[in-house]
């Protein structure tokens, strides 16, 4: 993936939005991590890893969409931490047994960059274990970058219908 393009495309998303929603000199810092955390449940919800108790196959489409949307909120607050593209592109993938630990490693993670003092280090973290769900799912790079710009131009639209 070209994490620089990503994250400049990211950076233009949220000066847009911050803009078009006068958020000028708001921290958002907590609120992105408590969106990550919410889209990263949103992918287990379709991904229905946790679900022993149901036979309802996964809807791998929509899990796609919410794997995007947690890398939205992943490239906003690596804008905020300034984290290098090139710094990201180095992560290693750190790959749980399953996707049941993977989904709990990773929102463990997320939390940890809003409420300890190393939030670049719980950052990082948050990237190995990022593209170890990637990993897990079976998604490709290049269906996730695509997958991204769609719902990049899509983000934009919402902003202009007052989503």
Same mark, same amino acid.
């Given at each position: 993936m070209n994490y620089q393009k990503l994250f400049e495309a990211q950076r233009k998303l949220d000066e847009h939005i911050i803009n078009e929603k006068q958020l000028h000199g708001q921290d958002l810092f907590h609120k992105k991590v408590a969106a990550l955390l919410c889209e990263i449940q949103e992918v287990s919800n379709e991904v229905r890893d946790f679900k022993y108790w149901s036979l309802k196959p996964p809807n791998m489409k929509k899990a796609l969409e919410e794997t995007v949307d947690v890398l939205h909120f992943i490239l906003s607050l690596g804008n905020d931490l300034n984290i290098s593209s090139s710094t990201v592109e180095e992560q290693p993938a750190r790959v749980y047994k399953d996707l049941t630990e993977q989904?709990?490693?990773?929102?463990? $993670?997320?939390?940890?960059?809003?409420? &300890? +003092?190393? *939030? *670049?280090? &719980? &950052?990082?973290?948050?990237? !190995?274990?990022? *593209?170890?769900?990637?990993?897990?799912?079976?998604? $490709? +790079?290049? #269906?996730l970058e695509q997958a991204y710009y *769609? !719902?990049?131009?899509?983000? &934009? #639209?919402? #902003?202009?219908? +007052?989503?």
């Open positions: 989904f709990i490693a990773l929102s463990y $993670t997320a939390v940890c960059i809003a409420i &300890y +003092n190393d *939030k *670049k280090m &719980y &950052y990082l973290e948050t990237i !190995k274990m990022f *593209k170890g769900l990637v990993h897990l799912l079976g998604f $490709t +790079n290049e #269906q *769609k !719902k990049n131009r899509l983000n &934009y #639209q919402r #902003q202009e219908t +007052n989503y």
